[in-house]
């Protein structure tokens, strides 16, 4: 479903900032039915490679595969569920307004949009705020918004950037309940996220990116045996200090 080979990146130099590379050399691959979790310090090239997928960026080196495509096949995005880590709405449209936009590029008959809209703004519990303007919406709100658009077409894959990001305890638990889910249906899922126990939760295999490099890929369980560890939260916390200190 996804694959990075050799994959480099470098942001050029800028009026107020010098250049920076955020990845170097990276391979890995996510398997249809697969959840991935990219997990790493800010800066680690987490986002970037989202942005790499996504087509938003392009790679200095190497190639990336998405659904048997380059990203720059942009049909393929009919197949993608996109979470961005941050809202970005125009305020006077409302969620439903979003929804229609969404369905009509995805070539959705009206009918099944319609379904597929009322479906997914029940499940995230919206249906009731369907018509306000989305600048009228909370954060936790607005994230549940982005998942409505991210789903409505049943993706076969799902790229989430920071899912629980601006949601409250009871909303986080509701998402993660949601992405188990998902995950159980067979979808493939390949998300980033700062908790690690989310993560631990939730995927199949981990990487751990540090400073745009692979420092580990597999089960989070064996990166706690690796690492001598009780849990993955800890073996995490035990392998990023030890490659800190020997930098």
Not at 201 to 222: E, K, M, S, T
Request: charged share 20%; net charge neutral; aromatic share 6%.
């Amino acid at each position: 479903m996804i694959a990075f080979e050799h994959v480099a990146k470098i942001y050029a130099k800028e009026i107020a900032t010098p250049a920076h590379t955020a990845l170097v050399d990276l391979t890995f691959t996510v398997k249809k039915g697969e959840t991935l979790g990219l997990i790493g310090a800010n800066g680690a090239g987490k986002s970037t490679c989202i942005k790499l997928l996504m087509d938003f960026i392009r790679p200095d080196a190497g190639a990336i595969s998405i659904l048997g495509q380059t990203p720059a096949q942009h049909a393929i995005r009919r197949q993608i569920g996109y979470l961005p880590e941050t809202a970005n709405f125009p305020s006077n449209l409302t969620v439903l307004d979003m929804l229609r936009f969404t369905g009509s590029t995805c070539n959705m008959p009206q009918q099944n949009l319609r379904t597929a809209s009322e479906k997914w703004l029940r499940r995230l519990g919206l249906w009731d705020d369907r018509k306000r303007p989305l600048r009228n919406y909370s954060k936790g709100m607005q994230q549940r918004a982005n998942f409505a658009i991210a789903l409505l077409n049943e993706p076969e894959l799902l790229i989430l950037d920071e899912p629980m990001s601006g949601l409250d305890p009871i909303g986080r638990a509701d998402i993660l309940a949601l992405v188990a889910e998902l995950k159980s249906q067979g979808r493939t899922i390949l998300f980033c996220s700062h908790i690690l126990e989310d993560v631990d939760r939730l995927v199949d295999r981990v990487l751990v990116l540090h400073q745009g490099r692979n420092l580990f890929v597999g089960p989070p369980h064996v990166l706690a045996e690796q690492q001598d560890c009780p849990t993955f939260v800890e073996g995490y916390l035990c392998l990023v200090q030890q490659v800190t200190k020997n930098a």
